[in-house]
């Protein structure tokens, strides 16, 4: 099955014609709420006459809009940056007015790790080990678990109008494209994972504001599942947060079901399935529905054709963003210190929070109380290597002089 591929020589040609808002009418969204694979949003700003209103009147115009008046393109991105793909995905749905023109994204990354929005990235993977061996640590702006990305996973995200979002159409899209292609039996569990025999191949999460909407989702083609298991192994501790956690499931890549299963097939595979379908109803179309749609879009994610996406990549990639939106948590781990005759078992006690080590204590054997530990790691970032240079640091010293160490001296 070939690619329809489609160049514009004018990039912001290409952005009015296929939908995008006036630069006044961008959108600033803030997150209001969440569950484990959602964020809602609300948006800030006026509108103009090509965004999506809220109003009463504007969601009936929309429900009203028939399926023949929806055009439909697949976006392939050219950037295989988790970092660029997200801030594509982010503009796309700030900037875009989705009413009339439904958009599918397919994106392929080099090795990372995704965690959601709120979630603890120390209790879903060993942060220092994956920078260690060269595999990015990225937090995208929805919700749900955890999931590793390479070049044998396919990413899609649908959007759509908030009034429009469809999980269970979208999924439906991928396990017909699977049938379709390799004739792969698929299911839809109570999670809105999509399973063979019980086995996790894809997982979903999304993010629905106002005007706009996506639902995304990761395709397990021939992910290296080793650095998938080792990636996803948090170190050592007992940590203690309200962060969202990812929930474990058996993962099975579609390559050993169906060993002619290949990602650029895949990618061509769902991209068409997506065009032949009706915008609103699983009615297939077939070819005659497929030439009435835009077609596949290689896109280009760089500021020429998406004015603001580098600011949208730099906020992505910092700091701030990745390791300070960590909901405060802490951190116990046990610690033997020496003794003149047998050694102390003591528990360290780190809060930490925006990322940054704020407390670090003490507790005492067969009691409550917390001892504050001076040390000049305080208010540092938190990481494992930082967390175990404390407990090396206290495990020198000696009970005879741990009440020293505990007043400043480490």
């Not at 008046?69 to 970092?83: A, E, G, P, R, W």
């Not at 801030?87 to 965690?115: M, Q, R, S």
């Not at 044998?152 to 396990?175: A, H, M, Q, S």
Request: charged fraction near 20%.
């Amino acid at each position: 099955m070939s690619i329809l591929l489609r160049r514009n020589s004018s990039q912001l040609h290409l952005l009015q014609r296929l939908g995008a808002a006036s630069s006044a009418a961008i959108t600033r969204l803030a997150s209001s709420t969440n569950d484990n694979n959602n964020v809602t949003d609300t948006a800030t700003t006026t509108t103009t006459t090509t965004s999506t209103t809220t109003s009463g009147n504007k969601r009936k115009t929309l429900a009203a809009v028939a399926d023949a008046d929806i055009k439909k393109s697949v976006f392939i991105s050219q950037s295989s940056d988790i970092f660029t793909n997200l801030a594509l995905e982010d503009w796309l749905y700030k900037n875009f007015d989705f009413g009339h023109h439904h958009v599918l994204l397919l994106w392929v990354n080099e090795p990372c790790v995704v965690i959601g929005r709120h979630q603890n990235p120390f209790t879903e993977a060993n942060v220092s080990k994956l920078m260690e061996r060269g595999i990015t640590l990225a937090r995208r702006n929805s919700g749900g678990g955890a999931v590793y990305h390479d070049r044998g996973n396919l990413n899609c995200t649908f959007f759509t109008p908030r009034e429009r979002y469809d999980r269970k159409y979208n999924l439906n899209i991928v396990t017909r494209s699977l049938f379709r292609e390799w004739a792969i039996k698929t299911e839809i569990n109570d999670r809105d994972d999509i399973v063979i025999a019980n086995k996790k191949i894809s997982g979903t999460a999304a993010k629905l504001g106002r005007p706009n909407a996506y639902h995304h989702c990761t395709i397990l083609a021939s992910a290296n599942k080793l650095h998938l298991g080792e990636s996803l192994v948090k170190e050592p501790a007992n940590y203690i947060s309200r962060a969202t956690a990812s929930v474990p499931s058996p993962i099975r890549n579609l390559v050993d079901v169906n060993r002619n299963v290949n990602v650029p097939q895949l990618l061509s595979a769902v991209g068409y399935e997506y065009l032949r379908t009706a915008a609103t109803a699983l009615e297939d179309g077939g070819s005659t529905q497929t030439m009435k749609q835009r077609g596949f879009q290689l896109i280009n994610p760089t500021e020429k054709w998406f004015p603001g996406i580098e600011e949208l990549r730099a906020n992505y990639s910092s700091w701030d963003w990745v390791i300070g939106k960590t909901p405060k948590f802490t951190v116990e781990k046990e610690l033997e210190v020496k003794g003149d005759e047998r050694g102390m078992k003591l528990k360290l006690n780190v809060e930490v929070e925006a990322g940054l080590m704020s407390k670090i204590c003490l507790q005492l054997p067969q009691s409550e109380q917390l001892v504050p530990v001076v040390t000049p790691l305080q208010g540092q970032a938190y990481n494992e290597q930082n967390l175990n240079a404390i407990m090396g640091a206290l495990k020198l010293v000696s009970t005879s002089n741990m009440q020293q160490a505990m007043n400043g001296s480490i």
